[in-house]
C-alpha cells in the first residue's frame, strides 16, 4: 500500500514562512496528480493546491500568490511553500493524490501541524 509522509510544520509568527515536504513510497508518483490539503480544528478538510503530473498548478482563493507548490520526481517528493502566513492558515497539513472516482491514491499520513501565531 502506498504512503506519504509528510514534514516541515511548525510554529512561525504572522507574515512568516515554511516549506512543507510530502515523500511518497511506491512507483506511482510521477504520474499522479497530486495536492495539499488542511484541517483546522472543528472544520472539515480542504482542499488547499494540487499540481498534475504535468506540472499544472491549482491554488484554493485564501493561499493565492502566498503559496507555491512543487513536486521532484526523481524524490518522489511533493512541495508546498508557504509565505506571508497568516493566523488563519493554521491547521494540519496533509497530502494526498487528486480525489479521483471517489478515491485517493494514497492512505492518508500523520499530517504535520503549522501554526501561525504570535
Known amino acids: 500500500q502506498v504512503q506519504v509522509v509528510e514534514s516541515g510544520g511548525g510554529l512561525v509568527q504572522p507574515g512568516g514562512s515554511l516549506r512543507l515536504s510530502c515523500a511518497a513510497s511506491?512507483?506511482?508518483?510521477?504520474?499522479?496528480?497530486m495536492g495539499w490539503y488542511r484541517q483546522a480544528p472543528g472544520k472539515e478538510r480542504e482542499l488547499v493546491a494540487t499540481?498534475?503530473?504535468?506540472?499544472?498548478?491549482y491554488y484554493t482563493d485564501s493561499v493565492k500568490g502566498r503559496f507555491t507548490i512543487s513536486r521532484d520526481n526523481a524524490k518522489n517528493t511533493l512541495y508546498l511553500d508557504m509565505n506571508s502566513l497568516k493566523p488563519e492558515d493554521t491547521a494540519a497539513y496533509y497530502c494526498?493524490?487528486?480525489?479521483?472516482?471517489?478515491?485517493?491514491?494514497?492512505?492518508w499520513g500523520q499530517g504535520t501541524q503549522v501554526t501561525v501565531s504570535s
Open positions: 499540481i498534475t503530473s504535468g506540472d499544472t498548478t
Open positions: 494526498n493524490s487528486r480525489l479521483v472516482a471517489g478515491r485517493y491514491r494514497y492512505s
Open positions: 511506491g512507483s506511482i508518483f510521477s504520474v499522479t496528480d
